[in-house]
């Protein structure tokens, strides 16, 4: 079998009150069309067909890759208008019809549809709801077939007293497609070409309709503002967490806990409240993750703990190490096994050597530092000149004091000590104490200066 998929994203989402054209919407960090286009993938289609509409160039612009076909379909006059448009680029034996704004559609429920599909019969995703309002309705004879679907403007007062309602979602041989779309009219209550006008004119021809219906009626759910739309960001993130708990996560709180990308897990690892992981995260086996910690595109290998309110966007945690509570790991930022970062420290292009520690209220970037080098409070890496950016090297077992400023390019070398208060702007060797502060001095009997009085 070969697959066209034609995902329709014209119209316009009225109800969302926005800008942003519907489709573009987000759903765990990835627009609802998004979402759509992944599923489609990976039903390794020969084609994905988008007819776009309302917003076209903004969602060519923000989706556009080599798979895809974008369709403009110029006025919205019908699912079955819309259809039509990408009609003209289906060459596959096969034809599924998906929804830009229903982004939780399940691959599996997708495979269970198509298999359904033959050149005698069609699939359809059906739904049977407690209250299908709005839906249209699936009609069955009294064998139970297929024979129509009424929308609900549509319909008689039986029919709608019917619970399975359309979702919208079908799929059908490509080889009657520009017969049925060539006959739909519209002659309805809308005054709209209807994709739904195929499944009579079908079974008039001698096909039959085949139903599935989805595991869970969230996966057709569409939104069309933005209540709905919270609706699926919740479910999926249930989901989502759901399927970490299963792999031997431990969430203190699937109902806060998000994930905007894609997150790969180890086992016991546990995660507390409030934790957003984002794009691409590694979590091995033993991490900990405390309350409110936001995690993009990192790596946290096995026993990292990950301390409250701690900031991470494309770094590197090796094995055991630690970081804040209130620490920002910024891209670039390495700490090998047993490296240590506390609280108000940042570090930006950062190399932390094994068990290497800053421990409080430090900014090291364009840094490489080494194995058991400590990092006294207050200390800065000064980088940048504010044209260009220098580098700081310090070896193995480095001291440095407090409240030290490291003026770079400088380098520190193995086992050199720098004493606080210091400003440190040229190389210290290996071994060394560098010193680099105004000495003291007292002056005794001192009088501190007195208010002058106002006359
Ligand atoms: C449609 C179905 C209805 C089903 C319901 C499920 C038809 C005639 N009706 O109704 O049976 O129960 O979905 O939600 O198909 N679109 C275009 N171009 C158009 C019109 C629509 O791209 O000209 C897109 C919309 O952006 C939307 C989708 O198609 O994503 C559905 O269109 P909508 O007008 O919302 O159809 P419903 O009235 O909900
Ligand atoms: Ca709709």
Redesign the pocket.
């Known amino acids: 079998m070969s697959l066209d998929i034609v995902i ?6 009225t109800r969302m009150r926005s800008a942003l054209p ?2 573009l919407h987000p759903v765990a960090g990835n627009s609802m069309l998004g979402h759509v286009i992944h599923s489609a993938r990976q039903l390794q289609p020969q084609g994905i067909h988008v ?1 776009i ?1 309302h917003g076209a160039e903004l969602v060519r612009e923000r989706l556009a890759a080599d798979d895809l076909n974008f369709v403009l ?1 110029d ?8 259809v039509a448009q990408a009609l003209p680029a289906i060459t596959a034996d096969t034809v599924l019809v998906l ?4 982004p939780l559609i399940e691959v599996e429920t997708l495979q269970r549809l198509l298999a359904k599909v033959s050149d005698k019969q069609l699939g359809l995703l059906t739904v049977t709801l407690q209250d299908p309002t ?3 309705r699936i009609v069955r004879n009294g064998e139970g077939q297929v024979t129509a ?1 009424v ?2 403007k549509d319909a008689s007062e039986a029919q709608k007293a019917i619970k399975e ?4 979602i079908l799929a059908m041989p490509a080889a009657r497609l520009s017969d049925w779309m060539g006959r739909l009219s519209n002659n309805n209550a ?1 005054g ?1 070409y ?3 006008d195929v499944i009579a004119m079908a079974v008039a021809d001698g096909l039959v309709v085949a139903t599935e219906q989805p595991h869970d009626p969230m996966e057709v759910q ?1 939104a ?1 503002d933005r209540r709905q739309l919270s609706e699926l960001e919740r479910h999926y993130q249930l989901r989502e967490g759901r399927r970490l708990m299963a792999q031997g996560v431990t969430l203190r709180d699937p109902a806060r806990f998000d994930v905007r990308g894609e997150v790969t897990v180890g086992r016991d690892v546990l995660i507390d409240i409030n934790v957003i992981l984002e794009g691409k995260v590694v979590i091995e086996d033993d991490v900990q993750i405390g309350p409110n910690c936001v995690i993009k595109d990192s790596t946290l290998r096995k026993g990292a703990i990950i301390k409250a309110n701690t900031h991470l966007d494309g770094a590197v945690m090796g094995e055991g190490s630690d970081a804040g509570p209130f620490a920002r790991l910024r891209p670039g930022s390495v700490l090998e096994a047993k490296a240590h970062v506390g609280n108000f420290v940042e570090l930006k292009n950062a190399y932390l050597g094994e068990g290497a520690k800053a421990g409080h209220l430090t900014y090291l970037g364009d840094a490489e530092i080494g194995a058991r080098t400590n990092i006294g409070a207050g200390t800065i890496t000064c980088n940048y000149d504010g044209a260009n950016k220098f580098k700081t090297v310090m070896g193995e077992d480095v001291f440095i004091g407090s409240n030290n400023s490291l003026v770079a390019p400088v380098e520190i070398k193995a086992g050199a000590t720098t004493a606080a208060g210091s400003t440190i702007t040229q190389a210290v060797e290996a071994g060394d104490l560098a010193v680099a502060r105004a000495r003291q001095r007292n002056i005794s009997g001192w009088k501190r200066p007195e208010k002058i009085k106002k006359s």
């Open positions: 329709l994203a014209a119209g316009q989402g519907k489709v007819v509409g379909q006025k919205q006059l019908g699912t079955g208008h819309a929804y830009g704004d229903v709005g839906y249209g679907i929308e609900h309602g359309n979702t919208g809308q709209e209807y994709l739904t569409g069309n």
